[in-house]
């Protein structure tokens, strides 16, 4: 099926965009939601975690210790890397297995670091940017999370640059600081239309399946 891979920065937009295409019918798939299942109690990845970081990553009730580790993978890049190299594999299985079964006229894989990680990119058909200005980042994630704008620009600065994200992109939904709301759904709107017609016409070329 055809696959959309969904990227942008903290506060770009993301999950709002991603909202709207599954109310428009999409199979909305998000890397966040897998990643938090893998790291509940009892979760995929929580053996392999305590292996590598030992007992002070656990919380009591089994689940990641959230606060532990951003803040040890914030102070040790290593850490971060083997971090990733546990999660990211097992994400990415669990979207393809999830991916086989979606119904709907094409699948979107809502992948923060989908530019930042080079697994990601051969495994979607389209990469579609959300576009945002730094300040306007900070601005909505101090709103939505009262996060200071210290924590927020660190969590940016461990994240690809708006030119990074721009260079790989087949599809930008711009969603600046002087975008709003009704503009961000119209160009979405834009966008799924092409996507469904993009979904049919590899359907009746019969390129289903293929990249
Ligand atoms: P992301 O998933 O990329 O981190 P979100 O979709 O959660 O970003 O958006 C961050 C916050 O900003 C949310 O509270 C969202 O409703 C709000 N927001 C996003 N775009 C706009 C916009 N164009 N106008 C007003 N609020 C917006």
């Known amino acids: 099926m055809l696959t959309i891979g969904l990227t942008g920065g903290i506060g770009s937009g993301k999950s709002q965009v991603a909202s709207w295409?599954?109310?428009?019918?999409?199979?909305v798939i998000d890397a966040d939601v897998l990643a938090h299942d893998l790291t509940a109690a009892g979760g995929g990845a929580m053996g392999a975690i305590e292996a590598r970081f030992g007992r002070a990553a656990v919380s009591p009730d089994g689940?990641?210790?959230?606060?532990?580790?951003?803040?040890h993978?914030?102070?040790?890049?290593?850490?971060r890397a083997d971090l990733e190299a546990i999660l990211h594999p097992r994400i990415r299985?669990?979207?393809?297995?999830?991916?086989?079964?979606a119904q709907g006229p094409y699948v979107v894989a809502v992948v923060p670091l989908l530019v930042e990680s080079g697994q990601w990119r051969g495994r979607v058909d389209r990469v579609c940017v959300v576009d945002c200005d730094p300040d306007t980042q900070v601005r909505r994630v101090m709103?939505?999370?009262?996060?200071?704008p210290e924590a927020i620009g660190r969590i940016m600065?461990?994240?690809?640059?708006?030119?990074?994200?721009?260079?790989?992109?087949?599809?930008?939904?711009?969603?600046d600081g002087a975008t709003d709301l009704a503009a961000l759904q119209q160009r979405t709107r834009h966008l799924h239309d092409g996507w469904c017609r993009l979904s049919d016409a590899r359907v009746v070329h019969g390129h289903f399946n293929q990249t």
């Open 93 to 101: 299985a669990t979207m393809e297995a999830l991916g086989q079964q």
């Open 73 to 79: 993978v914030f102070a040790d890049p290593s850490a």
């Open 157 to 175: 600065s461990a994240q690809a640059s708006r030119a990074d994200r721009l260079a790989v992109a087949d599809d930008i939904i711009l969603n």
């Open 21 to 27: 295409l599954a109310d428009w019918g999409a199979s």
């Open 63 to 71: 689940a990641l210790d959230r606060r532990w580790m951003r803040e």
């Open 143 to 148: 709103q939505r999370s009262g996060l200071t």
